[in-house]
């Protein structure tokens, strides 16, 4: 299965907050989680990755938290801040000759 | 700008007319790839090229027919598309498909089928 669920389809924050977004996978074999940004107007970036060889990262502002267990992941936006406002896709990928699979996206609002 | 570049940003056309977008990276990138993203919904992986050849189309139909005649250019040729095939859509490149690493992606062509 290369499904990669998504939650939630949007989210609306005050400018100070943490933001959480949440994704959810099935197929074991994926081996790389990374989390993108879009700005409309623009394609998607890469803002941050974790490996399931341990359970968070951060970077910043942005941590994600992974539970390898449960097959989950999280991104945390710690002060959330209008400029945060944007979509956000997490994706995973199998470790092989295969490409990213894509969450279907969270558009995230700050407010001032 | 991001390194990939697509042309154009913004395109109308009708159901039987034929059209072209254009996708260039700079990055010295070996593979290249074309997604559809339309709202709601997550990114539709197309096509993939590796060192110009193909190697995945993603049940994609043959009114869309991709290009890549070096591995800095691509090209999704356009004929005879649908209302529900608006979307934007995005051009990405990697060092090789099985490195999950440095996608990179252009900005992006919005496609509206009229």
């Known amino acids: 299965q290369q499904q990669v669920k998504q939650s939630p389809q949007s989210l609306i924050v005050q400018k100070g907050g943490i933001s959480i977004i949440n994704c959810a996978y099935e197929?074991?074999?994926?081996?790389?989680f990374p989390w993108y940004q879009q700005f409309p107007g623009k394609g998607p970036a890469l803002l941050i990755a974790i490996r399931p060889d341990v359970s968070e990262k951060k970077e910043g502002r942005f941590t994600i938290s992974f539970n390898k267990s449960a097959k989950q992941f999280s991104l945390h936006i710690m002060d959330s801040q209008p400029g945060d406002s944007a979509t956000y896709f997490c994706?995973?990928?199998?470790?092989?000759?295969?490409?990213?699979?894509f969450g279907s996206g969270t558009q995230l609002t700050v407010l001032p | 700008e991001t390194g990939v570049t697509q042309t154009p940003r913004h395109l109308v056309m009708g159901m039987t007319n034929k059209k072209s977008l254009k996708c260039e990276q700079h990055?010295?990138?070996?593979?290249m790839y074309w997604y559809k993203q339309s709202a709601k919904k997550p990114l539709e992986l197309m096509f993939v090229?590796?060192?110009?050849?193909?190697?995945e189309n993603n049940s994609v139909p043959s009114r869309f027919s991709p290009e890549c005649p070096n591995s800095s250019h691509l090209f999704l040729h356009l004929h005879t598309l649908q209302p529900e095939d608006s979307a934007l859509y995005l051009c990405?490149?990697?060092?090789?498909?099985?490195?999950?690493?440095?996608?990179?992606f252009g900005s992006g062509t919005r496609l509206t089928v009229v």
């Open positions: 197929n074991t074999a994926f081996d790389y």
């Open positions: 994706a995973a990928h199998p470790g092989s000759a295969r490409q990213l699979t």
């Open positions: 990055l010295g990138h070996n593979a």
């Open positions: 990405a490149s990697s060092q090789d498909p099985a490195s999950p690493y440095g996608y990179t």
């Open positions: 090229y590796n060192f110009k050849e193909q190697t």
